[in-house]
């Protein structure tokens, strides 16, 4: 089991998560589906209203979010709903977390 922060994040893998990482976490959970938001976009949703509640989508390369290093957008962005603002910044701040906010 991997170590748990104050507020009860887990603490950041040593590598990156896979997209296969990614689905096994996302359909471990109850009544999780597949589908499609923002267009064309995979994504991972909950029974909730007649289209389902996206909670983790991937996101196509945008030119507000790029990486730093390379001056190019980043090609393997995935948006993840969160209940509210605590627990963005909760993420956001984090600096052992690779999370980030849009505009």
Request: charged fraction near 25%; include cysteine.
């Amino acid at each position: 089991m991997r170590p748990v922060t104050a507020r009860g994040y887990v603490v950041a893998m040593e590598r990156k998560a896979t997209p296969g990482d990614i689905d096994a976490i996302c359909r471990g959970l109850p009544e999780v589906v597949l589908g499609t938001s923002w267009g064309d976009r995979p994504t991972y949703k909950v029974p909730q209203g007649p289209k389902g509640r996206g909670f983790v989508l991937y996101r196509a390369p945008h030119k507000t979010a790029i990486n730093p290093e390379s001056g190019e957008p980043y090609q393997d962005l995935l948006v993840i709903v969160v209940p509210d603002d605590a627990a963005k910044s909760a993420l956001v701040e984090d600096p052992s977390l690779p999370f980030f906010a849009g505009r």
